[in-house]
């Protein structure tokens, strides 16, 4: 891609969910998981305290000031409307301590769970940059008239959704701390840019739109694996560029609920699957108990499993 890295780079992403392409065993189980603050603090990182205590590479610290901000503001907004409450830590890390405690490659945001810890690069050039920058001929002339409106040019929106996926990873510190139990690959990550999109809706409604504008996959888009049954099996295993395709399709989706059911639908996913209880044992039954919260859910995962069909044809 003109010498640019494309998203067969984001390969190492398979790491973070402890599974593999069947062509290549992780060399750990979960890269995130044994990753604590105490590690964090031995790459001889600077601290910003505050209700988001954020560690940051020496030198970023206004950009970990920007980012702390941000996170915190995302932390008030549930705290305030759902009332949940929960810690966060943050870690904005150049590419040389990321490298030094992770092998996610360089400017993928993520999260380890144990230390509810965030992880959000100190500089955004990268591959995620370059493959958005890549898909701008793609998109039809409204999407990017959306991004205009916006207030951004698309490089600078390229640049920005790096920063606001940490919202993605914030949904999914507070999935399981709002009580919910997702039974599957599809709906932890549903429910993860759900947060994500509620807060924006709500609280920042100009980046929503740059969110919108950007994170849909461009109408011509048909993966090999578009099924949310082919996600729930191979998950990472789907290869990069299908994965980002399933998340710009759930994004999609998470758009059209919240339109209409805003926070209420997180409120019924809770009581719908809530933590402790039986998993749900079928596919089936998964769809089934969303089909009843918002019906639609068995139309769009029947949409999506004809998608290869349609596009051949």
């Not at 402890?18 to 065993?25: F, H, K, N, Y």
């Not at 995130?32 to 603050?37: D, F, R």
């Not at 993928?108 to 591959?127: E, H, K």
């Amino acid at each position: 891609m003109n010498g640019k890295p494309s998203l067969a780079a984001l390969a190492a992403v398979t790491l973070l969910a402890g599974c593999a392409t069947p062509a290549q065993p992780p060399p750990t189980a979960d890269p995130s998981g044994g990753i604590t603050i105490a590690k964090v603090r031995a790459l001889g990182v600077e601290m910003l305290p505050g209700p988001v205590p954020t560690y940051h590479t020496p030198g970023y610290a206004e950009r970990a000031r920007t980012l702390q901000r941000m996170v915190e503001e995302g932390r008030r907004f549930f705290a305030d409307s759902l009332e949940l409450r929960a810690d966060v830590n943050l870690a904005i890390l150049g590419e040389a301590e990321w490298a030094r405690l992770t092998p996610v490659p360089y400017t993928i945001p993520f999260f380890s769970p144990g230390a509810s810890l965030i992880f959000l690069p100190a500089t955004t050039a990268g591959p995620i940059v370059d493959d958005y920058l890549a898909s701008e001929p793609r998109l039809p002339a409204a999407r990017l008239q959306q991004i205009e409106r916006a207030g951004f040019s698309f490089e600078d929106g390229a640049h920005t959704m790096v920063d606001l996926i940490g919202y993605h990873e914030l949904g999914h510190l507070y999935t399981p701390a709002y009580g919910i139990q997702p039974p599957g690959h599809w709906v932890n990550e549903f429910l993860a840019t759900y947060f994500a999109y509620a807060y924006l809706r709500r609280a920042q409604p100009r980046l929503a739109e740059l969110w919108d504008g950007m994170v849909q996959p461009a109408p011509d888009s048909r993966p090999p694996h578009t099924s949310l049954a082919d996600f729930d099996r191979l998950y990472f295993g789907v290869g990069p560029e299908n994965y980002f395709w399933y998340q710009g399709t759930f994004a999609a989706r998470v758009s059209e609920v919240f339109a209409e059911r805003g926070l209420g639908f997180l409120v019924a996913v809770r009581e719908a699957f809530p933590a402790g209880a039986d998993t749900p044992q079928t596919a089936d039954e998964v769809l089934n108990r969303f089909e009843r919260i918002h019906p639609g859910f068995i139309a769009w995962a029947a949409s999506l499993e004809s998608a290869v069909v349609r596009s051949a044809r």
